[in-house]
């Protein structure tokens, strides 16, 4: 009788156990949310951005550049249309320095897109925007990389001190403000990435300061969608919570 009643103590503790982790999992599915989207989304068009410097620098052929700081672009429409795509790069060979730039560019595009839900995807995705930082992949893109990146290490982290100290209303305005800035987010960092080359290239718009004022306002637009962000994931995740529980 009495192993009988051990047995099931037991087995209704594996039950809990795997009850837990399978809540657990939900509660990370949903958290992830807010955080992959902005990572990936944010991360493909940092490496976008990116690639675009390297057929300038390309096109200028085996020189090196007049110091760390330089123009990717000195012919072309974009070079007077988009203020030359101003860069830096460690290598004292344009040539080289676009090479690796579309390299690294790809990289990045092709991390955000695939591996940044990985364990320690965030901070990889840092690591490769600063690596196209320093071959010559911009000054915009490599910085919203960075800034991409920080969204990812939150994709499994659970919720920050900050935010565990707001009051509930405040959370609840949080995260119903998070579609509304993700949306203005998204389409002000497709101008300015896809904007650049249709407008400043194709169609040939000298608007030098319209790019600089998107990307200016980019940044902090992207830092209020990934704070939003935070209280988004956390409520979907305890709704979905509550609603197993119940």
Known sequence: MISKEVAFVHCHGKALKRRRRQTIG???????????????????????????????????????????????????????????????????????SGLLTILMSLAVIVWAAVFVEKRRGGVILILLSLLMLLVGGGLAPPLIGIIAGVAGLG??????????????????????????????????????????????????????????????LSIPLLILTILTGVAYDHNKGARSVAAQSG
């Open 155 to 216: 994709i499994h982290a659970r919720a920050p001190n900050w935010y565990r100290r707001l009051p509930a209303q405040l959370r609840n305005v949080f995260a119903a403000a998070w579609p509304w800035l993700f949306g203005v987010c998204v389409i002000n960092g497709a101008f300015l990435i896809v904007g650049t080359l249709i407008f400043g290239y194709i169609i040939g718009l000298n608007i030098p300061e319209v790019w600089v004022f998107s990307f200016l």
């Open 26 to 96: 939900q509660i990370r599915s949903t958290r992830i949310s807010a955080a992959r989207r902005v990572a990936s989304i944010f991360g493909i068009l940092a490496g976008m951005g990116g690639f675009m410097h390297g057929p300038g620098e390309i096109l200028q052929g085996n020189t090196a550049p007049g110091g760390i700081v330089f123009n990717s672009w000195t012919v072309e429409p974009i070079a007077t249309n988009v203020g030359g795509e101003p860069a830096m790069s460690l290598i004292p060979n344009l040539l080289i």
